[in-house]
């Protein structure tokens, strides 16, 4: 299973991006997809999931501005990220799991695929 991430970049403070992760090999019928994120001297943390029972689950500190998705025929996770923060800004990963639900991926568990991470810097 290979995971890519694309569409970080810098932006303003208040403005979008949305980031992409293309999901290959991937022959589960059943997935978990997440993002998580790491800020320089800080722990990766899980912010958004999503699962095939079609759960959702964000972490507080992003709730109302992200959004994420998943579109099994194109085996793309995205991440619609608004209003951005200058405290948004670091590493963005997509994960992949084919057993845990969105809440169990919220933290509570350590997803078994990864990406490889996309910059996102908001001043």
């Known amino acids: 299973v290979q995971l890519v991430e694309s569409g970080g970049g810098s932006v303003q403070a208040g403005g979008s991006l949305r980031l992409s992760c293309v999901v290959t090999d991937y022959r589960y019928s059943s997935y978990y997809m997440g993002w998580w994120r790491q800020a320089p001297g800080q722990e990766r943390e899980g912010i958004a999931a999503?699962?095939?029972?079609?759960?959702?689950k964000y972490r507080d500190s992003v709730k109302g501005r992200f959004t994420i998705s998943y579109d099994n025929v194109k085996r793309t996770s995205y991440l619609q990220m608004t209003n951005l923060k200058p405290e948004d800004t670091a590493m963005y990963y997509c994960?992949?799991?084919?057993?845990?639900?969105?809440?169990?991926?919220?933290?509570?568990?350590?997803?078994?695929?990864w990406g490889q991470g996309t910059q996102v810097t908001v001043s």
């Open positions: 994960a992949a799991d084919p057993w845990m639900t969105a809440e169990q991926g919220l933290g509570v568990l350590t997803p078994r695929y």
């Open positions: 999503l699962d095939s029972e079609g759960r959702t």
